[in-house]
Every structure is written in C-alpha cells, then in structure tokens.
C-alpha cells in the first residue's frame, strides 16, 4: 500500500480528504503544519506528500523544501487555496510537481496522484 | 576545529559573534531564517547550533525541533531578547543544552559553548 504524508491545518477538509485516499487504498499519514510534516518525513519514508501552503508554523513552501532536501525523488503536490497568488510558481520552484487550486474534486487528486505515483 | 551552525537575523549580532567565534577557533557558518538553518544542518555535520528564538520563516523553538532530529549529537544554544520561562522550557523540551538572554558577552558565549558541548557528551556517554 502507497504511504502518503497529508498536511493541512484545515479539520474537516483533511479528514474527509485522509477518508477519501484512504477508500482509494492509501495509507495515509495526516499532520497539521509543515514542522509536524517535516518531523514526520524524517522518521519514516513515504511515497507522496500533499502539502497545504498556508499552514502554521511552516508554509507549505518551505515545507516542501526541506521534504525534497530529505527525499530528492519524494512527488509533492500542493494545495492553495488563492489561484493566481504565485503559490503555483513558488512551489514549482521549490520542487512540487504540481500546485492544485482549492476547491477541487476528489476525482482530480485521485489522477494527479496516479499520474505521479506511475498508477 | 568544532563548527558552529549560528542562526541570527539580527545583522549587527551575526555579523559580530561569527567574527569574534572564529578568532577563537571555531568555523562558524551563519544563516539568518530557521529553514536555511534546517537545509544547512542537512548539508553538513556541525557540534554546535546557536539560534535565536525570533527568526523568520521557521521559530527557533522548531528550528531546534527539526535540527535535534536530523543531527541528534548537536549541543544547543538558545538565545532570546526575553528569555521568558515558558521559552526556557519549550527550548529545553525541544533539545537545548542551554538558554541564554541577550544581551551576553563573548567570553560568556563561549563559557555556554563549552558547558552546552560537555552537556550534550556526557548525555550520549548517558545513552
């Protein structure tokens, strides 16, 4: 079973998204903010990271920063919740592989998931 | 030669105590936010980790959280303006030796130094 690193300081969105993958067979890992990310992706491996950029104490930005400095080959995708802000550029740059504008379908994460877990 | 990593945003302070440190014998690498400091401690191996408490980007509290669990033998330093009791706690909680209030001299920089590195070895000898 894929082990995905989920973080997103919003309750109810996480959860019902952590039901959702974990229907669609992953075990899934959910944490609050970028530091508990990080924390996490130093202790254990996974196969994926969804990383929401506006969290507390560490944006998703910078999350995803020290997440591709543990694992170079570790997909990251991320949440923003502002379309057209620069999180898309910024995340980019920082080494996602994607940046998904909230609100979107469980059915689109599903296939960029896919697409870079080579499903 | 130990090797400090010194996280400071504060120019004038950086600017000075890495000056002053590698007069005394240590290599000192100076980065001024608690993510460059994080991706800085993944590059290289250092003995010792002096952060302030306010830096952006990252907290000082975490810089320390992230920086214990990537180099668990690093000794800590914290230093804060108002090194108040709960910042002490959270700082030690976190993975700091010792805690410090600015303003400090050289020399009683480098008397927590030594005391932070004979802390952090006779914890591992603990182990």
Known sequence: MKKILLADDEKNFAEVLKTELNEAGYDVTLVRDGVEAVIKAIDNRFDMALLDIMMPNLD???AVRILKKIDPELPV??????????????????????????PFSIEQLLAEIKKALHE | MESILLVEDEDDIGSLLKEELEIH???????????DAVLAAMDNKF?????????????????????????????????????EKNIMIDSVAAGASVCVNKPFTISQMLSHIRWAV??????EGEL
């Open chain 2, 25 to 35: 014998g240590y290599r000192i690498i100076w980065v001024k936010n608690g993510v």
């Open chain 1, 60 to 62: 998703g930005v910078n």
């Open chain 1, 77 to 102: 995708i991320t949440f923003s919740g502002v379309a057209g802000s620069g999180d898309m550029a910024s995340s980019i740059k920082a080494g996602a592989i994607r940046c998904l504008t909230k």
């Open chain 2, 47 to 83: 003995d010792i980790l002096i952060v302030d408490m306010v830096i952006p980007d990252l907290s000082g509290i975490n810089t320390i959280r992230i920086i214990s669990k990537i180099a668990p033998g690093i000794a800590v330093i914290a230093c804060s303006g108002m090194m």
């Open chain 2, 118 to 123: 004979k802390h952090k070895k006779g914890q």
